[in-house]
């Protein structure tokens, strides 16, 4: 619980600038969950927090509702309400059993003219609440921001995803096969195992990626022809497992009544 003189806005002050205070400060209780004011309704003053916890909240949006702020004792709340007669921009609600200072607009403005004092120390709060707020926005900016990225990585991933998982069943099936020649087995068997590597590579970046892990990457010059010459075999291998399923009536039948 704190007094009307430790509040940092009012500290400075002189005893007759306190006690002129004290004449126009009314004190308000409100229970658990109480509404102190809401979003919409007239700014007819000023409060500060004497004891208990103020959540500060308003629509960002039509359906989306935000907590901006969580005030103790000696903290104000509805200060725009000073400086411009709108209507309230947020909800303020008890978070418990609240006691509070409350200086009507009017009583407030006139003991600024009185107080030049009082007058820059209101302009520092205000500034520092405007401060904070900004800092939550660009905290939410970021992680909305965050989230497009995982998302735009996580489509990618899935993407890239279906080619060895296409070659390994397309090789599985080859395997299986009847009269197929020991190297063709061989030679799919040893495809299954490289895309499994494949795979396991991925997952391994998708873990580095959700860890948040700080890696020194270096960006180098690819060899494109290369990654080409690379990706040849599997091609070449996916399109000879097509046409042996092709050339295998057999296979065909099981493959549609599998289907």
Partial sequence: MVGLESIPL?????????????????????T???EIFQEGAPGDGVY????????ISGFVSANVHRVFSQLGPGEIFGEMAVIEHRPRSATATALKDTEVYFIPHGEMLSLIERSPGLAFNLLQQISHRLREFNHLHLREIVEAERLAIVGNFARAIVHDLKNPLSIIGLSAEMFDMPNVRPEIRAQTQARIKKQVERISDMV????????GKRLNAEIRPADYRAWILDLMPDLRAEAEIKNSQRQHPSFRETSNLND
């Fill in 10 to 30: 009012f500290r400075g002050l002189s005893r007759a600038e306190l006690q002129a205070l004290r004449l126009i400060t009314q004190e308000r209780r409100f």
């Fill in 32 to 34: 658990t969950g109480g």
């Fill in 48 to 55: 500060f927090v004497k004891d208990g916890l103020v959540e």
């Fill in 204 to 211: 391994s970046d998708i873990l580095i990626f959700t860890e």
